[in-house]
T-cell receptor
Framework: AQSVTQPDIHITVSEGASLELRCNYS??????LFWYVQSPGQGLQLLLK??????LVQGIKGFEAEFKRSQSSFNLRKPSVHWSDAAEYFC??????????FGTGTLLAVQP | DTGVSQDPRHKITKRGQNVTFRCDPI?????LYWYRQTLGQGPEFLTY????????KSRLLSDRFSAERPKGSFSTLEIQRTEQGDSAMYLC?????????????FGSGTRLTVV
């Protein structure tokens, strides 16, 4: 069965600190993987995506993610967090079907 | 193109009433999806259309829910006899056909509150 796990429900970092949000997936073939960000009361915005090739992918707003097949992971990183990055982050898996399967999200708080 | 539009943004209704939401996808996207998101959860798939054809429905979509996409353009999601458990954010997304690596473009959602 396809699934996505985001182990961290809530993370707090200081502004300027580095960030890593974890995502693990379960899928029997090469997955399509996405990270989305959602501000309160808003829809989801695509940050970045992986489907083949280079396992380190760059996205918008200075985010990057690394696909590690051996660990079934696709962790999101940012070297220096800004206060405006406070939001909820969702990892999503696309496989053989047209559906995306989302994790439960990680809520990021940024301390001044 | 201005992206995916959803209307209304917020809807408060009394239990037992019917509600209808509208989604206008990106014009060149022929796939349209409906998701539901409850507090503290990620979006859950409800249904999707390719052009005007509804190709898949989740078991989450009870008989009280119906979705249409006449002429393959905008879509409507209707909930009949609303229940308090229907309170959620209803998200619409669209994508081009044949590009599973594309991801979706989401609208801002319709937040439904059933009182």
């Amino acid at each position: 069965a396809q699934s996505v796990t985001q182990p961290d429900i809530h993370i707090t970092v200081s502004e300027g600190a580095s960030l890593e949000l974890r995502c693990n997936y379960s899928y029997g073939a090469t997955p399509y993987l996405f990270w989305y960000v959602q501000s309160p009361g808003q829809g989801l915005q695509l940050l970045l995506k992986y489907f083949s090739g280079d396992t380190l992918v760059q996205g918008i707003k200075g985010f990057e993610a690394e696909f590690k097949r051996s660990q079934s992971s696709f962790n999101l990183r940012k070297p220096s967090v800004h206060w405006s990055d406070a939001a909820e982050y969702f990892c999503a898996l696309g496989g053989a079907t047209n559906k995306l399967i989302f994790g439960t999200g990680t809520l990021l708080a940024v301390q001044p | 193109d201005t992206g995916v539009s959803q209307d209304p943004r917020h809807k408060i209704t009394k239990r037992g009433q019917n509600v209808t939401f509208r989604c206008d996808p990106i014009s060149e996207h022929n796939r349209l999806y409906w998701y539901r998101q409850t507090l503290g959860q990620g979006p859950e798939f409800l249904t999707y259309f390719q052009n005007e054809a509804q190709l898949e429905k989740s078991r989450l979509l009870s008989d009280r829910f119906s979705a249409e996409r006449p002429k393959g353009s905008f879509s409507t999601l209707e909930i009949q006899r609303t229940e308090q458990g229907d309170s959620a954010m209803y998200l619409c997304a669209s994508s081009p056909q044949g590009k599973r690596n594309y991801g979706y473009t989401f609208g801002s959602g319709t937040r439904l509150t059933v009182v």
